[in-house]
C-alpha cells in the first residue's frame, strides 16, 4: 500500500491506536496489517506507538497505591454505595 496514495498511510497513522488495542473491526484489522507489511514508515511509527504503550503500562505497574489513599478510596465508595442503597 505504500506505493498507494498517502490518505491510506495517513488514515493508518490516525487509526494506529485502534489497532495496537484491538477495536477495530476484523476486516480493518487485515487491511491494516496488509498496509504495515508493505510500508516501513507506518511500521516504524506502529513501532514506536506499541514501545510507548508498553512503556507507560510497565510505569503504571511501578508505582503503587499509598496505603492512605487506598482506604480513602474504599471509604468513599463504601459512602456512594451506602448513598445509592439508602
Given at each position: 500500500?505504500?506505493?498507494?496514495d498517502?490518505?491510506?498511510?495517513?488514515e493508518v497513522?490516525?487509526r494506529?491506536?485502534?489497532?495496537?488495542?484491538?477495536?477495530?473491526?476484523p476486516?480493518?484489522?487485515?487491511?491494516?496489517?496488509?498496509?504495515?507489511?508493505?510500508?516501513?514508515p507506518?511500521?516504524?511509527?506502529?513501532?514506536?506507538?506499541?514501545?510507548?504503550?508498553?512503556?507507560?503500562?510497565?510505569?503504571?505497574?511501578?508505582?503503587?497505591?499509598?496505603?492512605?489513599?487506598?482506604?480513602?478510596?474504599?471509604?468513599?465508595?463504601?459512602?456512594v454505595?451506602?448513598?445509592?442503597?439508602?
Amino acid at each position: 500500500m505504500h506505493n498507494q496514495d498517502h490518505a491510506d498511510c495517513s488514515e493508518v497513522l490516525h487509526r494506529i491506536y485502534e489497532y495496537l488495542d484491538g477495536e477495530m473491526q476484523p476486516s480493518d484489522v487485515a487491511r491494516v496489517a496488509q498496509h504495515l507489511e508493505a510500508c516501513g514508515p507506518c511500521l516504524d511509527e506502529h513501532d514506536l506507538d506499541r514501545a510507548v504503550k508498553a512503556a507507560v503500562r510497565r510505569s503504571e505497574e511501578q508505582q503503587a497505591c499509598p496505603d492512605q489513599l487506598r482506604v480513602q478510596i474504599m471509604q468513599r465508595i463504601t459512602m456512594v454505595r451506602l448513598e445509592l442503597d439508602g
